[in-house]
C-alpha cells in the first residue's frame, strides 16, 4: 500500500491517519460531535509533511450528512491540489473490521451506527467483512431483526432495546485493517437515507 493519508469524518469522531505498507505511520482521533470542518485542517497539518500522501482514503459513509460531505470535500480537494487518487471506504466494513479484529469471536456481526430522526444505520458482516445484507435506515425495534441474535457493534447500540452492544466509531488508522477491495469506492457519499430536504412543487 503506498502512503495514504486516511480521513473519517463520517461520525461524532474526526479521525486522520498516516498508513503505509500496513503500518500507520501517524494518527489522531477525537470524539468531536460536530465541527469536523474546524478539526480536520489543522488535524491534517499535525502529521508528518502535512499529510501529505500519494493517495488518499475517505469515509464515505453512513454518517452524519455534514460529517461525510466534510471528509469527501477535505479528500477530494487534496487529491486534486496534490495530483493523486481518491478512494473511499463504509464506515460500517470499518467498524466490523476492527471488531473482529479486537473483541468479537463470532463469525458475523451486525454494526450499529446513530442515524437521524431516531433511526439507526444497521449492516450485518460475516468474518470476511462480506456483507450479510443491504445497508439499512431503522427504528431501533425494527433494527433488532438485522441484529437477530448476532453481536451488535457501534455507535448506536445504546438504542437497541434490551440488547447489549459494543460501542464503537470509525478509527481512520484501522484502515489497515480493509481488504483492498473495501478500499476502492468512489469518492461519493454514502447516505443510507433519503435527504431530509424535499423538492417544493412546480408553482402553478
Not at 95 to 106: E, G
Amino acid at each position: 500500500m503506498p502512503r495514504t493519508l486516511v480521513i473519517d469524518t463520517a461520525t461524532a469522531a474526526c479521525s486522520v491517519a498516516l498508513i503505509e505498507d500496513a503500518s500507520v505511520i501517524a494518527q489522531a482521533h477525537e470524539v468531536v460531535g460536530r465541527g469536523h470542518a474546524e478539526r480536520l485542517v489543522p488535524m491534517i497539518a499535525e502529521l508528518p509533511d502535512g499529510g501529505r500522501a500519494d493517495a488518499v482514503l475517505v469515509d464515505c459513509g453512513p454518517g452524519s450528512f455534514t460529517g461525510v460531505r466534510v471528509g469527501l470535500a477535505a479528500a477530494i480537494g487534496l487529491g486534486i491540489g496534490w495530483g493523486v487518487p481518491v478512494t473511499g471506504y463504509t464506515s460500517t466494513a470499518l467498524v466490523a473490521a476492527a471488531a473482529f479484529a479486537d473483541v468479537v469471536t463470532a463469525d458475523e456481526l451486525a454494526v450499529v451506527l446513530e442515524g437521524g430522526h431516531g433511526e439507526l444505520f444497521v449492516q450485518a458482516f460475516d468474518r470476511s467483512l462480506t456483507p450479510l445484507g443491504a445497508l439499512a435506515s431503522l427504528k431501533p425495534d425494527t433494527a433488532l431483526g438485522v441484529v437477530a441474535g448476532r453481536p451488535a457493534v457501534g455507535s448506536g447500540v445504546r438504542w437497541l432495546p434490551a440488547s447489549p452492544g459494543i460501542e464503537a466509531l470509525p478509527d481512520a488508522s484501522r484502515a489497515v485493517l480493509l481488504p483492498a477491495t473495501h478500499r476502492a469506492l468512489p469518492p461519493r457519499p454514502i447516505y443510507g437515507r433519503a435527504p431530509d430536504a424535499k423538492p417544493q412543487p412546480p408553482r402553478a
